[in-house]
């Protein structure tokens, strides 16, 4: 199986072990070693041009187990999906004869999503878009969301009516999607379960440490979660917080801590390596994300498969999951988040239900095994559409039948969506008839 996959940078030589999205990285390192996988990578700055590109191959580096070509994109903004398109057409010509060319594109994002299906169009396969963030939202006061302008709005509409196949990895999103009269599979990206993996019990407390990592920006919004701390230590709880991600608000949460007088009991981390991740999350109590708008953060399936429970906004993985698998409280409310938390942190046996109720979740449907999911749409969308798939389909049906069963469980592992999809083939097949 020969796989293009799309995306706007994060793939850059020698970054797989200090990488920004760690989650991406272990998905086109589980990809990879069971299909041939190219990466086209649509950012910043490169010498490659459409013409360049069709007199030579382009120059290529290793990551993950996977080949990835660094295509940059185009400084000029009403250009950028139009160069973008050329761009990967002519990398894809150039890479290799065509028997060794891509039989689907996987763009992961709004602009990849798009070069993905007007490409996958323009060369006959099948392509994949997976939505990932802001592409559905719309925060004009933070600038923040896809929604907010009318060009951003026009490129939402053509994806969602011309994408065949999407992606999301949260029903909060999935919900997004329908809204908008669309379609989309449910398939979280996996993560290394067993490396983050402890027990739910941690020491009853006081004192107790809280855990927040995400980026420092205003739309993971950490000034409702210093504001709700202040609360909790006015309120005479003995309490302390570890912050841990990169600062792109150029020191505005940092300053605001001061502020709050909470010196000595807020510790900014900046980005951490995975090891001490772990290492702070072994010693928290709960896991804390404000964010005013998320859909499916990375960090809190890696904080429940630590083991902690989750308490935050109403938004992505903790809409999804609450009551029964975390405390949502509404956006921008610090006070009834300080009120989730005085009480959650009260309660070590509602701590350690909820906690492990979360663990159970992400073991079951978002470990490494998750991104496997992809590799069986790939084949199934090869298949439907007359691809060489077919026979690697049938050596895995034939391979589940000879240990015993079927192959399935309860993972989200399209399984649902492949016989949504052969329906859906076959009316078409029907209709063109």
């Known amino acids: 199986m020969r796989v293009g996959l799309i995306v706007r940078g994060g793939v850059e030589p020698g970054s797989e072990d200090r990488n920004a999205a760690p989650i991406f990285v272990d998905f086109i390192r589980r990809v990879a070693a069971t299909t041939c996988l190219q990466v086209f990578s649509l950012h910043g700055s490169s010498p490659a041009t459409v013409r360049s590109l069709l007199r030579a191959r382009p120059p290529a580096h290793p990551f993950a187990g996977a080949e990835v070509f660094a295509l940059g994109t185009t400084g000029a ?15 894809i010509r150039a890479a290799g004869p065509q028997s060794a060319r891509p039989e689907i594109l996987h763009g992961i994002g709004l602009s990849p999503g798009v070069v993905a299906t007007i490409a996958g169009r323009l060369l006959g396969i099948p392509s994949v878009v997976s939505l990932i963030g802001g592409e559905l939202t719309s925060l004009p006061a933070i600038g923040y969301g896809e929604l907010r302008t009318a060009k951003g709005r026009a490129i939402v509409r053509a994806l969602l009516a011309q994408a065949r196949t999407i992606t999301v990895a949260s029903g909060f ?37 809280l855990l927040h990592v995400g980026t420092l920006c205003a739309v993971k919004d950490q000034l409702t979660l210093l504001r709700a701390v202040r609360a909790l230590v006015d309120g005479g709880l003995e ?33 951490a390596e995975r090891d001490q991740l772990v290492a702070l999350q072994r010693r928290a109590h709960a896991f804390v994300m404000t964010s005013l708008d998320d859909v499916a953060p990375a960090a809190v399936l890696e904080a429940v498969a630590a083991g902690l429970p989750i308490v935050g906004t109403n938004v992505g993985f903790i809409a999804d999951w609450a009551p029964e698998m975390a ?11 300080a009120v989730a938390l005085r009480r959650l942190l009260g309660d070590r046996a509602e701590r350690e239900r909820l906690a ?29 559409s007359g691809g060489a798939a077919t ?14 069963g079927d192959g399935a469980d309860d993972r989200f592992d399209a399984s649902e969506d492949v016989q949504q999809w052969r329906g859906q083939v076959r009316l078409q097949r029907a209709a063109d008839e």
Not at 258 to 269: A, E, I, M, T
Not at 391 to 404: C, D, F, P, S
């Open 173 to 209: 999103m999935q919900a997004r999607v329908e809204r908008h009269g669309a379609y989309a599979r449910r398939m979280p990206f996996g993560i290394d379960v067993d490396r983050f993996r402890a027990p739910v019990a941690r020491p009853a407390g006081p004192p107790f440490r």
């Open 77 to 91: 903004p009403r250009l950028r999906l139009l160069v973008d398109v050329l761009r990967v057409l002519a990398a």
């Open 356 to 384: 492990a109720n979360a663990q159970a979740w992400v073991s079951r449907h978002a470990d490494l095994d998750a991104n496997d999911a992809f590799v069986r749409l790939y084949r199934e969308l090869a298949w439907a």
């Open 239 to 271: 309490i302390a917080l570890d912050v841990v991600g990169f600062d792109d608000w150029g020191g505005r949460v940092q300053r605001e801590a001061q502020g709050l007088g909470l010196n000595g009991r807020v510790s900014f981390h900046g980005w």
């Open 327 to 337: 405390v949502a409280t509404p956006v921008g409310d610090a006070r009834a988040l």
């Open 391 to 404: 026979l690697e389909i049938q050596h895995e049906e034939a391979a589940a039948r000879h240990h015993g």
